[in-house]
């Protein structure tokens, strides 16, 4: 069943005419952190080789607002700590908002980070283990509520076809190893973007296949 709700845009000073997307927002709605990429990105026009080029590209960096109303977010700010040279994104961020998992590409496939708020700093990035990460592409995450179990997306060999979701628990204080979600989740398509919901027995998530109307549905 559809359910109606309305969309509307949260304007400026977050949105401009530049990129803006994957949103991520803590639990009690006063931080937002998003990914961003434009005249704002650190190190401006790069190459291939990441080396400042007029002809060259934006790379991606992630901002952070702080809620100023009830409606309005304040002046986005780049997360230095956080932010490298190549595609840094914001994926997932935990309930309490202390712990920001990005994703980051410097010319390659990509793997997923972690970082932790300290006082009012986030330290900087530091790559999952082998577990999480793998050769291929892992660029989505979501963190249960417990902080016990971590889902994310992969194209890694040995699952149903193209990127599937898997699910990692939390083993003497690191993540254990992966375990694909199976056929009622993953299909020979894409699934990527799982997001656990609080309750910790509902799964968002985005897929090809499960007779999608078009693309990716959710």
């Given at each position: 069943n559809r359910v109606i709700a309305e969309i509307v845009n949260l304007g400026n000073p977050l949105n401009t005419e530049e990129l803006e997307g994957s949103p991520i927002i803590t639990t009690d709605e006063s931080m937002i952190?998003?990914?961003?990429?434009?005249?704002n990105s650190m190190g401006g026009r790069l190459n291939e080789e990441l080396k400042p080029d007029k002809d060259g590209h934006f790379r991606e960096d992630i901002m952070m607002s702080f809620k100023e109303?009830?409606?309005?977010y304040g002046p986005p700010i780049p997360i230095e700590s956080v932010n490298t040279l190549g595609n840094d994104a914001a994926i997932a961020i935990s309930p309490d908002g202390m712990v920001l998992f990005t994703f980051a590409s410097n010319n390659d496939d990509g793997d997923i980070y972690v970082s932790h708020l300290s006082g009012f700093?986030?330290?900087k990035p530091v790559k999952l283990n082998k577990n999480s990460n793998s050769e291929a592409w892992e660029g989505s995450c979501s963190i249960s509520a417990d902080g016990r179990h971590l889902y994310f997306s992969s194209e890694r060999?040995?699952?149903?076809?193209?990127k599937d979701i898997y699910v990692s628990e939390l083993e003497n204080g690191d993540w254990g190893p992966a375990k694909n979600l199976g056929p009622k989740i993953n299909t020979?398509?894409?699934?990527?973007?799982?997001?656990?919901?609080?309750?910790?027995?509902?799964?968002?998530?985005?897929?090809?296949?499960?007779?999608s109307i078009g693309g990716y549905d959710i």
């Open positions: 952190i998003f990914t961003y990429a434009g005249k109303t009830d409606t309005t700093e986030w330290t060999p040995g699952g149903m076809g193209g020979k398509y894409n699934d990527d973007a799982p997001f656990i919901h609080p309750d910790g027995i509902t799964l968002f998530f985005s897929s090809q296949g499960h007779t």
